[in-house]
Each structure stands twice: as C-alpha cells, then as structure tokens.
C-alpha cells in the first residue's frame, strides 16, 4: 500500500502533509489556495490521483477545483454548483461536503452545500448540475425550513454517502433536517430519523428536522450507519430501521461526551468506530469537555467504549474537532487522525493507543482526508 497522505482543508487554504511507509515521518506540502476558503477535499479512489476540492474564494464565490495530478496543477469547474435561477430564489454560499460516486460510475461525484443542496458532475467536478428531486423536492422547505431559520454558519447538506451494492441508493444528512434515503438516484427521498432525539423540539421524536453532523457507512457493511448528532450519537442497521442510542453505552464520570461533530470506521472493521466528544454544556462552546480532550473508541459498534488520551493535552486544552476533521487512513493497524480548530493535526498509529501533534501553526482546520496517492 502506498504512504499515506492528509489533505487538510482549513480557512485559509489548503495543505497535504505526506507520511513515510512507517508514519513515522511527515512532510507538509503547501498551501494551495492560500487565503481562500477551503472547506472539504478529496482523492478520488477510482483512480488514486484526481483530487476535487471545495473552496470558497474572495473573487469568485463557492466554487470547486480538480486536479489530475495529484495537486501539481488545477482547473476551476466550469460550471460549479448552483440553485437554477430564479427571482427570490436560493444562491449557494459554500460548498461543504464532497463525495465520489459509485465504482461503476467512474468521473460521478456529488457535493453537499449551505443552505442545503445536493449537486451532481458526471464529468470529474468540471460541471455540475442540481439534483431536482431533493432540491426541488416540495417537502424540502418543510424538512429544512427556510434558510433564514438556520444556524449562525448556515444549513448544510452533508454525508452524502453512496451504497456500494447499488448506485442509485443514496443517504444525504442536513444540519439541520434529518437523515434522508434515496433509491432512486435522487429522484426522490424519503426520511429515516426513527430514534434519532431533537431535544431542541418539543416532541423529541419528530419525523425529521434532526440535527445529525456526521453519518458514516461502511463499504463492507453498507446495511449499517453510524452518526453522530448534536443530541447523541447512534446506530442504524437497515433490518431494524431505527436508530439506537449508543452514545448511551459512554462513561459519562459526570461529563456528558456523547456530543460531538465527526465519527469514523475503521477500513478493515466494520464494528470499530471512533469519534471525538465536545462540551454539550447550553451555550454550546464548541470545545474540549473541561478541555481536556480525548477521543473515544469502540471496538463493538457502540456497545461499549475506551477512552483515548495517552500522549493528548491532559489540561487547557480549548480546541474541538469539526465533522470533517476526523480521518482514519486504510492500514490494516489503523491510523487515526484529526485537525483542531487551533490549527493542529494530531496521528495515532496504533488506533488511539498513543497520540503525537504532526503538524502546528496552520489556520483554523476545517477537514481532514486520508489518502494513498496511485
């Protein structure tokens, strides 16, 4: 397996920061796009060398990016994500998640944005087009609300995953609006929030309007999701058809820690996931609980968990974690990593036994990816 690589999307730009075969050693490549916006990027993994990127840069509004080479040179989509105009209508503000589409789809991706909307390219990220069936779909307004209705950064569309048994099923999550269920392309969609709690709601239970942050599907159990949401954290298995609370099963020692933004599966392990919590006190402060972070890991889907610390800041430590910003790499030992929103990236080799900082001094993190170039 080739070394792995972090591409690391932060505020003011882009930056790859290249492992040797050991992990051991890394060597940070950048910026790219310095001063402009970058809130996701990805490799390709049909190919191993194409990468897309979503920016938002000060000349030229929410845009994306490819590049076939690996980031040596790039091309600005021609005709990037869009509403179709419209007098008083929706105008894209970011795009914020991207996702490659299925195998058999070679040159298919899909991007995520704020306010929420889904956009396809089928020709690698140089046009893209609006998916109608969600974005016109005439229950959106009721399961987003309207856009003025969201939260201070804007509603997002993310966790745009693709279920690799059929390429017409799809998932896409909203914060805020719920988890959704195509299978049909995107034709259309249908809500699957069953056991998932709006605490914020006076029924805590609605049909949708949830506020997950992160949901993760894994390629050799598609049948499962896992997601991590502003009021807890829980588990899908598509038999069952709702949601259960396996944020339930963390040791909570008087600090809640089912709250937080990302959650990640391990490549080879369907049952072991890891995420990073953050305080849930009612300001929201968007940081470490008591600041002392720590990650925390499962080893059997949720059921039971272990707290992560060795090598972590044991105090005053006030940085979270943001959804995209927890990676695990494709090493039969896992590598997991994350990036703070104090601009540090932080490796554990051995699945969150030990913890080590690879990288300082970069802005505000907003996504972290690991890759293995072609």
């Known amino acids: 397996m080739a070394a792995t690589a972090l591409l690391i999307a932060t505020r003011k730009g882009l ?5 040797n075969a050991a992990r051991t050693d890394w060597r940070l490549e950048g910026p790219h796009f310095l001063g402009n916006v970058i809130h996701h990027a990805r490799l390709d993994p049909r190919d191993g060398r194409t990468l897309v ?73 140089l046009h893209w087009a ?17 856009d003025k209705d969201q939260t201070p950064d804007g509603g997002k569309l993310h966790s745009v995953l693709v279920d690799p048994r059929d390429p017409a099923h799809l998932f896409v999550s909203m914060s805020s609006g719920g988890t ?6 995107g034709a259309d969609w249908t809500p699957i929030n069953q056991g998932v709690r709006a605490e ?38 598509e038999a069952d058809g709702k949601w ?16 937080g933004f990302g959650v990640v599966i391990h490549a080879h392990q369907p049952d072991t996931i890891w995420t990073f919590p953050m305080d849930a006190g ?5 940081v470490s609980p008591e600041g002392k ?28 974690v943001l959804r995209q910003a927890l990676a695990v790499d494709g090493e039969r030992t896992a590598g997991v990593y994350f990036g703070t929103t104090g601009g540090e990236v932080w490796a554990s080799t051995d699945e969150g036994e030990n913890w080590r900082c690879i990288a300082r001094h970069l802005p505000e993190i907003y996504a972290v990816e690991a890759v293995q170039f072609a």
């Open 15 to 19: 930056w790859i920061l290249h492992g």
């Open 53 to 125: 990127v979503a920016a938002r840069t000060g000349h030229l509004g929410p845009t994306v990016f490819r590049s076939a080479d690996g980031g040596a040179s790039w091309q600005e989509a021609e005709t990037p994500p869009a509403f179709p105009k419209a007098e008083g209508g929706r105008v894209v503000e970011h795009v914020f998640w991207l996702t490659p589409g299925h195998a058999s789809e070679p040159g298919t991706w899909y991007a995520g944005t704020s306010p929420q909307g889904l956009f396809v390219s089928s020709d690698g990220g």
């Open 130 to 146: 609006s998916v109608e069936g969600f974005n016109a779909h005439p229950d959106r307004r009721a399961w987003c609300g309207d």
């Open 180 to 185: 959704f269920e195509s299978r049909a392309g």
């Open 200 to 237: 914020f709601y006076p029924d805590p239970y609605p049909v949708f309007g949830q506020d997950p942050h992160c949901v993760r599907m894994h390629p050799a159990r598609p049948s499962r999701l896992y997601q991590q949401n502003h009021c807890g954290l829980f588990r899908r298995d």
């Open 244 to 259: 259960v609370d396996i944020g339930a099963h963390i040791p909570q020692d008087g600090v809640r820690r089912d709250i």
């Open 282 to 286: 009612s300001v929201w402060p968007r």
């Open 293 to 320: 972070p720590c990650v925390l890991r499962s080893r059997d889907g949720g059921d039971s968990w272990q707290k992560c610390t060795a090598g972590l800041p044991a105090e005053q430590a006030w940085f979270t």
